[in-house]
């Protein structure tokens, strides 16, 4: 199956500064890459959709200017978690969406990034 | 009413057996339809995915789709202990762009 890469896989920061993660589909082009976020023993929670050249659509309740997203090319997503404070310590985990050769749609997921705010 | 609907478990099975895992889900203009299986802390993984009603079989996994029941299935045959695990079950609609994850399934394969 295709390949999706997250950097970091572990981020340890101080309350109140931004950390950037990193999602990257290694062998194939995504037009769509999506945030999920989960907390320990619940499911996963979709936070936004990002679309190649356009601004992500946020679900209800994600804050825009709190989590910034950035889909710059078809290989690149980023997300900003801008002051970060300990609520926001969780599992974030992106996804992109692939089409196969005859047009059918999947989703593979990178490893995910866990955040850890002092 | 959630779009995609699972039994959270836990769902134990002795080794060796079938592991029966189920989905049901609201929106029929869905059109593709996975399984993912999550490990503790870990991203989910994909397993099968299926698009047309049937059966689709890969190894030791049976995926069956009933678009008119709006029923989705897999099946684990001969279940190992490193089959333990969460499943999750999912469901895309193409024109929102979207994929509906159910709760997902909490398998326990005991030796």
């Known amino acids: 199956g295709a390949v999706v890469s997250q950097h970091p896989s572990w981020v340890i920061c101080k309350s109140g500064t931004s950390v950037k993660i990193e999602c990257r589909s290694l062998d194939f082009q995504a037009t769509t890459m999506f945030w999920y976020r989960q907390f320990p023993k619940q499911s996963l929670m979709l936070m936004a959709t990002?679309?190649?050249?356009?601004?992500?659509?946020?679900e209800q309740g994600v804050e825009k200017d709190k989590f910034l997203i950035n889909h710059a090319s078809l290989t690149l997503s980023t997300l900003t978690v801008t002051s970060a404070h300990p609520e926001d310590s969780s599992f974030y985990i992106c996804?992109?969406?692939?089409?196969?050769?005859?047009?059918?749609?999947?989703?593979?997921f990178g490893p995910g990034t866990r955040l850890l705010v002092l | 009413q959630k779009e995609v609907e699972q039994n959270s478990g836990p769902l134990s099975v002795p080794e060796g057996a079938i592991a029966s895992l189920n989905c049901t889900y609201s929106d029929r203009g869905s059109q593709s339809f996975f399984w993912y299986r999550q490990y503790s802390g870990k991203s989910p993984e994909l397993i099968m995915s299926?698009?047309?009603?049937g059966d689709k079989e890969d190894g030791r996994f049976t995926a069956q789709l009933n678009k008119a029941s709006q029923y989705v299935s897999l099946l684990i045959r001969d279940s190992q202990p490193s089959d333990s695990a969460t499943y999750l079950c999912a469901a895309f609609r193409y024109n929102f762009n979207k994929f509906y994850f159910g709760s997902g399934t909490k398998l326990n394969v005991k030796p």
């Open positions: 990002s679309n190649e050249g356009s601004k992500a659509t946020y």
């Open positions: 299926i698009y047309s009603n």
């Open positions: 996804s992109a969406r692939a089409r196969g050769l005859a047009g059918e749609e999947t989703q593979y």
